[in-house]
């Protein structure tokens, strides 16, 4: 059913995981806003994050991450600068765009959240996950939000109560010669 609605108990972690690691995709929660979330090999459900959220496509989704491992398995590696702010802030709210040996640039950011930590851990270490509103509309800090705004074209909604942030993340930046460049000011200042 659509817009299943589940609550974020630790025994529900490897559900969820099976439906996101076989191309569902569903709203999760984060320690900033809530999150529409999809398997990475999934182009189809890649697509329908695009879809649910009527987000330009042009507009690229960033990825969470369990560890800094995990980034470095998809293919980027923190260095310097963007090495710094990662220590620094991760896990926590900021996302950080990075460039790897090939050129193209992902966003990654650890959330502070150990549910969500695990969730991804259990789906390989990285998910896409965009914020789970309507683009341009207000983000969604608790599930019956999510559920209002897109939920129900959604495959689940996972329900852990208020989002502890309520903010969404600071996006940064960060290019080879350590500039630092802030896309979006969200719920932390790093400058």
């Known amino acids: 059913m659509k817009g299943e609605t589940i609550k974020a108990a630790s025994e529900a972690i490897g559900g969820i995981a099976e439906m996101l690691n076989l191309g569902k995709v569903g709203v999760i929660p984060t320690d900033t806003v809530y999150g529409l979330a999809a398997h990475p090999r999934h182009a189809q459900s890649v697509e329908r994050l695009y ?3 009527m987000r330009s496509e042009k507009k690229p989704i960033a990825l969470l991450a369990s560890s800094i491992a995990a980034i470095e398995s998809f293919g980027f590696a923190l260095n310097g600068k963007a090495k710094e702010l990662a220590q620094r802030f991760w896990p926590g709210a900021l996302t950080l765009i990075i460039e790897n040996s ?19 851990e ?16 207000k983000d969604a800090t608790n599930a019956d939000e999510a559920l209002a705004q897109i939920g129900l074209e959604a495959d689940f909604v996972v329900d852990d109560g208020p989002s502890k942030g309520g903010i969404a993340s600071t996006v940064a930046k960060v290019s080879h010669s350590g500039e630092i460049t802030i896309l979006r000011q969200g719920a932390i200042s790093i400058l």
């Open 51 to 53: 879809s649910i959220k």
């Open 122 to 137: 259990k789906c390989g270490g990285v998910l896409r996950v965009t914020s789970a509103n309507i683009s341009g509309g």
């Open 102 to 120: 090939k050129g193209e640039t992902e966003g990654f950011r650890i959330p502070n959240h150990d549910w969500t930590l695990r969730l991804i």
